[in-house]
């Protein structure tokens, strides 16, 4: 009844990816991984670190761009409290990053002893048989945005493991509804993205100008759930797995994401697989001349790509 891509638990890499050229998987790790109640959880990371550390005797390539989690949040917020700018705020949320990196590279048998600034470093440090980590690199984005710099640099496959199933067409912490998606093309993931972030109290899996990078270079990224970690190695070694992947043919396109005020009526759950579909494509809707320049504004990938990391 319903198109595979939604339906099956699983999914498979596109055969004719674009990206696999280097065989070398940049992984963004979420901090929201790293802690629980508000301390470390030594165990995730143990655990996290361990199975990357299986795969790379195994022979696969890796480098590290570890998040901020509670720790950069309750320096950003106390901080912000304290007056601080931007930039400082920034600064700060890097210097969290860097700390949560070190955690990494103490629990990663072969990583290269030092949290890494400088992306044109991993290559050299991968073709050493180490695994180079990286926390935040400069002011006004996140470590998603910077890992798929490196995957772009790399000529990586992305992969982001975060605290989700993957790529969700609502948060589905407010939408228990929300339709996971299989397969998903750029602009599909964009249009997403855009749409979740004009919410208030957003927390996208994704920011908008880290997609931009996966599209600009056809970058493939898997969006999977850092707690499965064997679902994690099944994506590694080529098998099929759980989760979402955005590529260059990625079954879903942008004109098959709902509007963002289409949605919430359309979707509905499926207790079997759940996973839900939204029902059929909608026709767009006339518009107010003010409302069509919003879209439009939305639609522009250069005012896209100015929306930098908000405070
Ligand atoms: P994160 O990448 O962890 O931000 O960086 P995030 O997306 O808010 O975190 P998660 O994924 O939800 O846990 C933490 C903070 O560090 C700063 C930003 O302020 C960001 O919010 N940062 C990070 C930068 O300014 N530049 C970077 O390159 C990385």
């Known amino acids: 009844m319903f198109p595979d891509f939604l339906t099956s638990a699983v999914v498979e890499r596109p055969a004719e990816s674009s990206n696999f050229g280097s065989g070398i998987f940049v992984i963004s790790i979420g901090g929201s991984l790293l802690y629980k109640e508000g301390v470390i959880n030594s165990e995730a990371v143990r655990q996290i670190a361990d199975s990357i550390n299986s795969l790379q005797s195994s022979g696969y390539k890796f480098a590290l761009v570890i998040g901020g989690g509670v720790l950069a949040r309750d320096f950003v917020e106390t901080s912000k409290a304290l007056g601080a700018s931007n930039f400082e705020l920034d600064e700060i949320g890097i210097a969290a990053t860097r700390l949560n990196a070190q955690l990494f590279i103490q629990a990663l048998g072969n990583s290269f002893r030092e949290v890494l600034t400088d992306i044109k470093k991993a290559k050299t440090i991968i073709d050493s048989g180490k695994i180079p980590v990286f926390g935040g690199l400069i002011p006004g984005v996140t470590t998603d945005f910077d890992a798929a710099l490196l995957a772009e640099y790399l000529g990586g496959t992305f992969i982001n493991l975060s605290n989700v199933n993957g790529i969700y067409g609502s948060n589905p912490r407010d939408n228990p509804d929300a ?130 990391r908000m405070h």
Request: aromatic share 4%; net charge neutral; no cysteine.
């Open 179 to 308: 339709v996971l998606y299989r397969e998903l093309s750029y602009d599909a993931l964009i249009k997403i993205l855009m749409k979740e972030e004009s919410k208030p109290r957003q927390n996208l899996v994704l920011d908008i100008p880290a997609a931009l990078i996966l599209k600009r270079s056809k970058i493939t990224g898997f969006f999977l759930n850092g707690s499965n970690l064997r679902n994690f190695e099944s994506a590694v070694r080529g098998e099929s797995f759980d989760g979402t992947i955005v590529s260059p043919t990625g079954q879903v396109d942008a004109s098959e994401i709902p509007d963002a005020e289409e949605t919430a009526p359309e979707e509905q759950g499926s207790e079997e697989t759940g996973i839900q579909k939204p029902k059929k494509k909608r026709k767009p809707s006339a518009k107010s001349p003010a409302k069509r320049k919003k879209k439009d504004n939305d639609d522009d990938p250069d005012i896209i790509a100015m929306r930098l």
